[in-house]
């Protein structure tokens, strides 16, 4: 009869335990499809274009020519993070994968 319960006590734990994970992954897949992504070019349009232009070459203001821009992806995020020179932050205008994803798309405006 001990041996039954020890067994009964090992299978309960396991499904308790493989259950407890199952629903944390479905969970966090879930969410992770909640989140629609966003698309750079769409926020560059509306923030970024009118003074970087279309192709990222406009120059108004001062802004930088962006097609010969060697910044790498964290620094073009910590740049429109933070602003510079006549560049306003946009980290209170901005969600971080808005500015992250216009960072991105800045990136194939030199390709």
């Known amino acids: 009869m001990n041996n039954w319960v020890v067994y009964l006590f090992v299978v309960v734990s396991i499904y308790a335990c493989g259950s407890k994970d199952a629903s944390k992954n479905e969970s966090s897949v879930s969410s992770s499809e909640a989140k629609p992504k966003v698309d750079g070019a769409a926020v560059y349009k509306a923030n970024c274009e009118l003074c970087h232009g279309v192709d ?52 194939l405006l030199s390709k």
């Open 56 to 107: 990222g070459k406009l120059g108004l203001n001062g802004s930088k020519d962006l097609t010969v821009s060697e910044l790498d992806l964290n620094e073009r995020i910590a740049q429109i993070s933070k602003g510079k020179g006549l560049m306003i932050a946009y980290e209170n205008i901005l969600s971080l994968s808005e500015i992250k994803a216009v960072a991105e798309y800045t990136m």
